[in-house]
């Protein structure tokens, strides 16, 4: 198994963000606080709880160079926390959000950060010398429901969104003052502060999860209709590719490689994508293959209607008894909903044994543990049965050839 370490810190955990040196993880165990873990002799410690919020932390992340946290609430607010001494100070952010705000991210320089919220906007903060607080500038009126994710280009510009309108979009972030021209793209007439550079209309339902390759070059998201969507050549006439499976939606995807994603969800278990030497992102079996152009939209982008991803980390369930449409559907459900099925159904089928399976419930959180330098792959999972997991593919022979 690919797990080398679980970690039972609380009864739920929202979301989860590591320190830069790996040795401190913080986390919000479903409440208004967000807990600080330091690793003291082989042993997870309380240190901090950072207390501003008057609701759910909905999301945090925590800066490689600065060593700095934000955090964003329910309650619409945000908070930057810098370390003085053995305190960690808050420092309130200018949001002017009617509605929660419910993911965030750093960009790239660390600069920035970006704030998704459930008023159809998305907050890009900075820091103001001159007044000593951190400000923000808003893209309105670009998305028609809440702003599930956001991920940063590696240069610092392009800003990718998902709604739960079910689309995709990229943004220009270009702040003056802020940003230098040289990290603008390379285009000659450069895209100003909010322009949207693409909309994607590949999904029927909510958009969760979206993330960009190390080089940029692909963009990934995913969808409550249990497929996953991988984007090249982001421009207005992209291509894109589209891969159905059978099992339970994803919640959030993350590129371990540029050929490697692995998606974390409903089904309790992360599982392996990856892409041929052609680009292609396979599965086992294909059942359908066909070429799309959409002219509405200009998107070229190929769907891949399949049995089987590539595999699961964890081992896979298996039923006791020969399988019944009836529970299955109902066994389906209640999974989707952190409901685990221990008794018998109205057909008497017997409840699904879980092996080796690590988490217990819906996935909601992955990060990355990568040193710089390193070449080991190792990853993070958290969920709402409040467990940290800590992957390690080094060990999974079958995988180095996309490493």
Same mark, same amino acid.
């Given at each position: &198994?690919?797990?080398?370490?679980?970690?039972?810190?609380?009864?739920?955990?929202?979301?989860?963000? +590591?320190?830069?040196?790996?040795?401190? @993880?913080?986390?919000?165990?479903?409440?208004?606080?967000?807990?600080?873990?330091? $690793?003291?002799? #082989?042993? +997870?410690?309380?240190?901090?709880?950072?207390?501003?919020? #008057?609701?759910?932390?909905?999301?945090?992340? +925590?800066?490689?160079?600065?060593n700095r946290i934000v955090s964003v609430s329910h309650d619409?607010?945000?908070?930057?926390?810098?370390?003085?001494?053995?305190?960690?100070?808050?420092? $309130?952010?200018?949001?002017?959000?009617?509605?929660?705000?419910?993911?965030?991210?750093?960009?790239?320089?660390?600069?920035?950060?970006?704030?998704?919220?459930?008023?159809?906007?998305?907050?890009?903060?900075?820091?103001?010398?001159?007044?000593?607080?951190?400000?923000?500038?808003?893209?309105?009126?670009?998305?028609?429901?809440?702003?599930?994710?956001?991920?940063?280009?590696?240069?610092?510009?392009?800003?990718?969104?998902?709604?739960?309108?079910?689309?995709?979009?990229?943004? =220009?972030?270009?702040?003056?003052? @802020?940003?230098?021209?040289?990290?603008?793209?390379?285009?000659?007439?450069?895209?100003?502060?909010?322009?949207?550079?693409?909309?994607?209309?590949?999904?029927?339902?909510?958009?969760?999860?979206?993330?960009?390759?190390?080089?940029?070059?692909?963009?990934?998201?995913?969808?409550?209709?249990?497929?996953?969507?991988?984007?090249? #050549?982001?421009?207005?006439?992209?291509?894109?590719?589209?891969?159905?499976?059978?099992?339970?939606?994803?919640?959030?995807?993350?590129?371990?490689?540029?050929? &490697?994603?692995? /998606?974390?969800?409903?089904?309790?278990?992360?599982?392996?994508?990856?892409?041929?030497?052609?680009?292609?992102?396979?599965? !086992?079996?294909?059942?359908?293959?066909?070429?799309?152009?959409?002219? @509405?939209?200009?998107?070229?982008?190929?769907? $891949?209607?399949?049995?089987?991803?590539? !595999?699961?980390?964890?081992? !896979?369930?298996?039923?006791?008894?020969?399988?019944? =449409?009836?529970?299955?559907?109902?066994?389906?459900?209640?999974?989707?909903?952190?409901?685990?099925?221990?008794? $018998?159904?109205?057909?008497?089928?017997?409840?699904?044994?879980?092996?080796?399976?690590?988490?217990?419930?819906?996935?909601?959180?992955?990060?990355?543990?990568?040193?710089?330098?390193?070449?080991?792959? !190792?990853?993070?999972?958290?969920? &709402? #049965?409040?467990?940290?997991?800590?992957?390690?593919? /080094?060990?999974?022979?079958?995988?180095?050839?996309?490493?």
């Amino acid at each position: &198994m690919a797990a080398i370490a679980v970690h039972q810190f609380a009864q739920c955990i929202t979301c989860h963000a +590591w320190s830069p040196d790996h040795s401190m @993880v913080a986390f919000c165990p479903n409440n208004n606080e967000v807990h600080i873990y330091k $690793l003291v002799n #082989d042993k +997870w410690e309380k240190v901090h709880v950072l207390q501003k919020h #008057d609701q759910i932390v909905s999301g945090i992340d +925590w800066s490689v160079k600065s060593n700095r946290i934000v955090s964003v609430s329910h309650d619409r607010n945000s908070y930057v926390w810098s370390q003085e001494g053995p305190e960690w100070v808050p420092t $309130l952010v200018i949001l002017r959000l009617n509605r929660a705000a419910l993911c965030v991210q750093w960009s790239p320089k660390e600069n920035k950060f970006a704030v998704g919220s459930g008023a159809k906007t998305v907050c890009v903060c900075y820091y103001e010398q001159e007044n000593n607080w951190w400000v923000s500038k808003v893209i309105r009126k670009k998305h028609d429901s809440s702003v599930t994710s956001v991920a940063w280009h590696p240069n610092n510009i392009l800003l990718a969104t998902t709604s739960t309108d079910g689309k995709c979009r990229v943004f =220009s972030t270009f702040i003056k003052g @802020v940003d230098t021209r040289e990290s603008k793209t390379g285009s000659s007439s450069d895209p100003k502060f909010g322009e949207q550079i693409v909309q994607l209309d590949l999904s029927s339902s909510w958009t969760f999860g979206v993330k960009w390759s190390p080089s940029g070059n692909t963009l990934a998201y995913v969808g409550h209709n249990s497929m996953i969507y991988f984007v090249d #050549d982001i421009s207005p006439s992209p291509l894109a590719q589209n891969l159905a499976f059978r099992n339970l939606p994803l919640r959030d995807v993350l590129f371990v490689s540029e050929k &490697m994603v692995i /998606g974390v969800g409903f089904d309790c278990n992360p599982m392996v994508f990856a892409a041929d030497k052609s680009g292609l992102w396979y599965v !086992r079996f294909i059942v359908t293959v066909i070429f799309y152009t959409c002219f @509405v939209t200009s998107i070229r982008f190929l769907v $891949l209607f399949s049995r089987s991803f590539i !595999r699961f980390l964890g081992e !896979r369930r298996e039923s006791l008894s020969g399988p019944k =449409s009836g529970s299955q559907f109902s066994e389906a459900f209640g999974k989707l909903y952190g409901q685990a099925k221990h008794g $018998l159904s109205n057909d008497t089928v017997e409840p699904s044994k879980i092996q080796g399976a690590v988490h217990d419930n819906c996935i909601n959180c992955i990060a990355l543990l990568n040193k710089k330098g390193s070449q080991t792959k !190792r990853f993070s999972t958290s969920g &709402m #049965d409040g467990k940290v997991v800590i992957w390690d593919l /080094g060990n999974q022979q079958d995988l180095k050839e996309y490493l």
